[in-house]
């Protein structure tokens, strides 16, 4: 990994690349958002640094400042599109490095309606830090691309042109070192995660602060490994048993990974929360509304004991309603909006954003626009609202879930019930191709339209004799389109993963 030196530290370094003033750009934070956002900006500035907290390891390792990453990670079509865009074979790395090849295996879904088997099409088993490597490693191969790792930012530069504030750059402190440094730049982007202290610097820069909606979720994960002796290698794929919330029943999932390992996650909403305790490890998961998952593990070697990690909330700070966004800094991935992991939306969330980073920078008009970072926030508005809605809905089905932000009850009532519809019709009916279409906008393939578009709702509603049920949501003389009008937030073409492609 290139590391850069700080200013003052050793300045013909930074001479020595040649950056010209203004053509700097600067990310906090070195995780997945930080390391695709750093990609997208070298094409466009002469220099990038990556400011990164942890110190990094050339291997893939557990680090302190991404918690997450014992647990499992999956990633959406939309995600995996744009990987293979900005780094092609990324996926060929993986599997080199030891990722399960999924590919024609098969993934058993249990749930309380039906049980399904279905052959994955491309793709592979790895643990979140062998993914996030193989990604840096492609990433500290770019030469405009600098990481300078074990240093915070500490807060913002900032200068006031003329009545705009402007951000220039960021302070940065190295960990074991209490001195501070200036480090200006073109344009900081915030890539620092969910813990983020973006809406405090921007309180204390006299933005104030961005209406923050949350997602009480209560949401916890409890995930151990298991070592896969070589005689059962190719007998388990993927294994996902679904309890039903409300009856308080908890999840699991079993997926293998690299070095014939299998990361088994159980997890519960709404304050249920699945044990850490070795000894109680196994006795939940026979617990489950199916017997597979114990089954498995009662063939297997467990490797450490289980992790927990909570997800009190889940956090959207619409950043593009703010009335005051300075210009030169942008947010991107978590710190925008942290998702109910259970849907493995966040990395390609992220990645959309990248991509949307990208186009605007390519856009003619841009420097003539003096709000162009805030006109740019709101694109990323535009392609988190589908998947934060979605993460609203499903969730609020669960007892001890609770929302505080402005989508319409209304709305969120009628797709709950719709929702029930469809999964009833896809699961219990074996309708694949409802299957689909859920799956597909879970998974922000496909746009909300695809499912909760006018045309849809009334092809969903007579294929499932549901024609009832629809009148009596319908007040007197209000029509399926107003209904839907009023009831559901705008979900602008080019919000969903086409457009991001
Ligand atoms: C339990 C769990 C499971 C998940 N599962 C999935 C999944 O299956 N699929 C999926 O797509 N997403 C999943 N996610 C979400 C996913 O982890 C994130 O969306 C993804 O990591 C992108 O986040 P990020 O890069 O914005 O922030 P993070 O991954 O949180 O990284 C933030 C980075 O910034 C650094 N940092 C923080 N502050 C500073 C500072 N001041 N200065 C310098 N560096 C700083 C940190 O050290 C860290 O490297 C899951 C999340 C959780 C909690």
Redesign the pocket.
């Known amino acids: 990994m290139k590391e850069v030196s700080l200013p003052g530290e050793s300045e013909d370094r930074l001479t020595e690349s040649n950056v010209k003033a203004g053509s700097r750009a600067i990310v906090?934070?070195?995780?997945?958002?930080?390391l695709l956002a750093a990609k997208v900006l070298s094409g466009h500035y002469g220099e990038i640094i990556v400011?990164?907290?942890?110190e990094l390891q050339d291997r893939p390792a557990n680090r302190p400042?991404?918690p997450?990453d014992h647990?499992?990670?999956?990633?959406q079509h939309l995600?995996k599109g744009v990987l293979e865009t900005l780094f092609p074979g990324w996926r060929e790395d993986l599997l080199a490095q030891g990722a399960y090849e999924r590919e024609g295996k098969e993934m058993h879904l249990i749930s309380p309606l039906a049980s399904l088997q279905f052959p994955y099409e491309k793709d592979e088993g790895c643990s979140r830090p062998l993914l996030e490597w193989v990604i840096r490693r492609r990433v500290a191969a770019e030469p405009r691309i600098q990481v300078l790792q074990g240093?915070?930012?500490?807060s913002l530069l900032t200068r006031k042109k003329g009545n705009k504030l402007a951000v220039t750059g960021a302070k940065v402190k190295e960990k074991r070192c209490s001195d501070s440094r200036d480090l200006e730049a073109a344009l900081v982007v915030d890539?620092?995660?969910?813990?983020?202290?973006l809406p405090a610097w921007l309180e204390e820069l006299g933005c104030g602060k961005p209406d923050t909606e949350i997602l009480h979720t209560r949401l916890a994960?409890s995930t151990r490994y298991y070592r896969i002796p070589e005689s059962l290698k190719d007998r388990y794929s993927t294994v996902l048993i679904e309890g039903d919330p409300s009856l308080a029943e908890g999840s699991g999932v079993f997926s293998p990974i690299e070095g014939g390992l299998a990361e088994t996650t159980i997890y519960g909403a709404g304050g249920h929360y699945p044990p850490v305790d070795p000894a109680r490890y196994e006795p939940a998961a026979a617990k489950l509304i199916h017997p597979m998952l114990a089954e498995i593990l009662a063939q297997l070697e467990p490797v450490g004991n289980p992790r927990g990690?909570r997800?009190p909330e889940c956090r959207l700070n619409p950043y593009g309603a703010m009335p005051e966004w300075p210009s030169g800094l942008l947010a991107?991935?978590?710190?925008i909006c942290s998702?109910d992991?259970i849907y493995?939306?966040?990395?390609?969330v992220?990645a959309a954003e990248a991509m949307e980073m990208g186009k605007a920078l390519q856009e003619a008009g841009r420097e003539s626009d003096p709000r162009w970072e805030l006109h740019l926030q709101q694109r990323f508005g535009k392609i988190i609202l589908p998947a934060w809605w979605t993460i609203v809905v499903a969730d609020l089905r669960w007892p001890g879930v609770t929302y505080e932000g402005s989508l319409s009850g209304r709305g969120i009532r009628f797709c709950q019930e719709y929702l029930d519809i469809v999964r009833r019709q896809a699961l219990q009916g074996g309708d694949m191709e409802l299957f689909g279409l859920m799956m597909g906008v879970q998974g922000l393939d496909l746009p909300p339209s695809a499912l909760f578009g006018e045309e849809a709702v009334r092809m969903v509603v007579s294929r499932c004799k549901q024609e009832a049920w629809l009148e009596k949501q319908l007040d007197d003389g209000e029509t399926l389109g107003c209904f839907l009008e009023r009831s559901f937030p705008v979900f602008h073409p080019g919000s969903h993963a086409e457009a991001n492609r």
């Open positions: 906090i934070g070195g995780s997945m958002a930080g400011i990164e907290r942890d400042g991404v997450q647990h499992p990670h999956r990633l995600g240093h915070e930012a500490v890539a620092s995660g969910r813990y983020s202290r994960y990690f997800v991107i991935g978590d710190s998702f992991p493995g939306q966040g990395i390609s992220a």
